[in-house]
């Protein structure tokens, strides 16, 4: 499913890049400045990885439209960002686990599941406490940092455990609702920026369960 990048010798490092990415603009709002830096650079066409995974040939073509040739809306992205995860009003398409996998009415004024498994990893995520710990946004940095250590790891017993432990995750606390989101996404988002954010987490998900 991946190709290599000649200069790039490690596909993990990669896709660290595209979670901490993507993940950072669901979980805060898009500045203009960044916006601009990444348009005027031409920076999404320097993907640090491909793939031949559909959903990343979408990102993909979504991201290219924000480049040096064509003018940039920053305020048709940030609209987006304030529509789709709720800071206007009703989110359009709420960021958070628990929307989409809903829990036992006996466990409301509990945290959320995700909780837990960051406990088990000592974790604990650096966000407004306003900030539910099943955002999407949070899972993609605690990914981040399985991915992290995966790469650190060099006895294999323990490599080939993390590797359970990164799928088990994902089957866990992603997959069961990432396609539900994107195509929430898919269906509100007005900016082709989000519209590629939506389907770059979802191959780069995706990618990253069949790499480790």
């Known amino acids: 499913m991946i190709n290599f990048e000649q ?7 990669g896709y660290s890049m595209l979670l901490y990415f993507s993940g950072s603009f669901i979980l805060n709002e898009p500045m203009e400045s960044c916006i601009k830096d990444f348009a005027n650079g031409n920076l999404f066409r320097k993907m640090p990885i491909s793939s031949n995974n559909p959903n ?35 989110p359009q398409a709420p960021p958070f686990e628990s929307y989409y996998c809903k829990e036992p009415a006996s466990s409301k004024e509990m945290m959320p599941e995700v909780h837990y498994t960051y406990n088990a990893y ?17 899972e993609l940095q605690f990914l981040n940092l399985m991915l992290e250590k995966y790469h650190e790891i060099e006895d294999g017993v323990c490599h080939k455990e993390l590797s359970k432990d990164i799928k088990k995750f994902i089957d866990n606390h992603l997959r069961p609702w990432l396609s539900e989101w994107n195509a929430k996404m898919q269906e509100h988002a007005i900016s082709d920026f989000y519209k590629g954010i939506a389907f770059l987490v979802v191959a780069c998900v995706q990618d990253v369960y069949f790499q480790v």
């Open 7 to 13: 200069e790039n010798n490690d596909i993990l490092k």
């Open 56 to 90: 990343f040939i979408l990102a993909s073509s979504f991201l290219n439209n924000i480049s040096s040739k064509a003018p940039v809306s920053y305020d048709e992205i940030l609209a987006d960002y304030l529509t789709l995860f709720g800071l206007s009003g009703i």
């Open 122 to 138: 000592g974790w604990q995520p650096k966000t407004a406490e306003s900030v539910p710990h099943d955002h999407l946004g949070i």
